[in-house]
């Protein structure tokens, strides 16, 4: 049976890719807005950057716990349909101040929905689908990080920055009512909707979150890959935001290299992809986890190896190579994710992630616009490389040391492993 005839996941796919597209849209337009429309400066750009990140580290992982005990469709309806009200709201607003609010809470009902997302697949995907599903939404998040971006930018130019809000707002619109087709469709099954329902009225909220961490704790492999992600992205966050410095520094009257060489890196992510959507399991982590690292470490790398009269073929092929690491470790850490973790505990593990992941998006850029300012962007590119060599070369350590010896994956809490569920 392929993964494209069970209905739930298509209608939830569809859902996912309106409203991934429409954020790209958004990303540039707030680029667009601020800089060339409204001429803020670097401290208005950083005030963003939180606004955008801050709510998930506040409320990532009372997202998670709620995404594991509510009902999901529910939950993404009301968080695509709440967005989508808070962007339209923002397509009026004439202030920054105003601009700050509006974000702050829409990233704040924003973290309800990645979990609900993630914990839902788990429960209407099968086992042997999980890989094609995990793909399939790497695919879509990589191609509208390079169409959006461009889509966003040309419908900019040509009209205003507001309108790729309001393009946004009926995504996130669009998404909600494809949720409504998601009818008589149960997240649990029988026994774990009584295993829930006790959960519900014995155990309190915070006994639930807890319940998360022990579960990360205790699973070695879901824990190590957790670890290898965080200390690979607070390494290459430090210099991910810092590129165009980079570019400015070796071509300076040459700005269109940028985005040349983000869609070599685009399209090394898709290439890769498309490739692992042809195969039924992943069951060496650690390898696909590692060669991710070491590809990424190579593109990072030769960034800051690069100077006047650099060769462009050059350039673009390691681009291209840090793209296929990109999508190795993207697919790779989604598909341990699913694989590892039980199914009624799927909400507060990626809440747990989403939480942590903000924090180092604000930190790690931080910390690297201060050490380029001190040390210059081409040696801590290079120091940014040797960093995630290191961390690849742990993973394929790991693999020998913790994720061979990975267990069985439990498919709940505590009851025995279930099919999924039948569309």
């Known amino acids: 049976m392929s993964i494209w005839q069970n209905k739930v996941f298509k209608r939830l796919f569809a859902a996912y890719a309106l409203s991934t597209l429409g954020d790209y849209f958004d990303s ?63 397509f009026f607003t004439p202030s920054l101040t105003g601009l700050l609010c509006l974000i702050a809470l829409r990233s704040v009902v924003g973290v309800f929905n990645a979990p609900a997302q993630a914990a839902l697949t788990r429960h209407v995907v099968a086992d042997e689908h999980l890989l094609k599903a995990s793909t399939y939404n790497g695919l879509v998040l990589q191609l509208s990080k390079v169409l959006g971006p461009l889509a966003g930018a040309s419908l900019a130019s040509a009209f205003s920055p507001q309108w790729c809000l309001l393009i946004n707002a009926l995504t996130f619109i669009g998404s909600a009512f494809i949720l409504l087709t998601v009818r008589r469709v149960s997240d649990l099954e029988k026994g774990e909707v009584e295993q829930a329902e006790s959960v519900r009225t014995t155990r309190n909220w915070i006994v639930s979150w807890q319940e998360g961490w022990q579960i990360l704790y205790r699973n070695r492999p879901l824990l190590c890959g957790l670890i290898l992600s965080l200390t690979a992205g607070f390494t290459f966050l430090l210099v991910d935001f810092q590129g165009a410095i980079k570019f400015r520094e070796v071509a300076p ?48 790398g030769n960034m800051g190896l690069i100077g006047p009269g650099f060769s462009l073929p050059l350039l673009l092929a390691t681009g291209f190579i840090g793209g296929i690491g990109n999508g190795l470790i993207s697919i790779g850490f989604s598909y341990l994710l699913q694989k590892e973790t039980p199914k009624a505990a799927i909400g507060r593990v990626m809440g747990i992630l989403n939480s942590l992941s903000s924090l180092a998006t604000i930190i790690s850029p931080l910390c690297g616009g201060a050490l380029i300012e001190r040390f210059g962007p081409s040696l801590i590119f290079q120091g940014v490389g040797v960093g995630l060599l290191l961390v690849g070369v742990l993973a394929l350590l790991a693999q020998k040391w913790v994720f061979a010896r990975q267990s069985t994956r439990p498919a709940s809490l505590s009851a025995p492993p279930r099919k999924a569920l039948k569309p």
């Open 28 to 90: 540039i337009a707030m680029s667009i807005l601020l800089v060339y429309r409204w001429h803020t400066g670097a401290m208005s750009l950083s005030l963003i950057l939180l606004a955008y990140a801050v709510p998930g580290i506040l409320f990532g992982q009372l997202g998670g716990v709620l995404a594991d005990r509510w009902n999901k469709v529910r939950l993404m309806f009301g968080s695509d349909l709440l967005r989508g009200g808070l962007t339209v709201a923002m």
């Open 253 to 300: 009257d040459d700005p269109k290299l940028v985005g040349l060489y983000l869609s070599f890196v685009g399209a090394g992510s898709v290439a890769i992809i498309v490739f692992l959507n042809r195969l039924k399991d992943i069951n060496r982590y650690g390898l696909m986890l590692g060669s991710g690292y070491l590809l990424l470490a190579v593109g990072f």
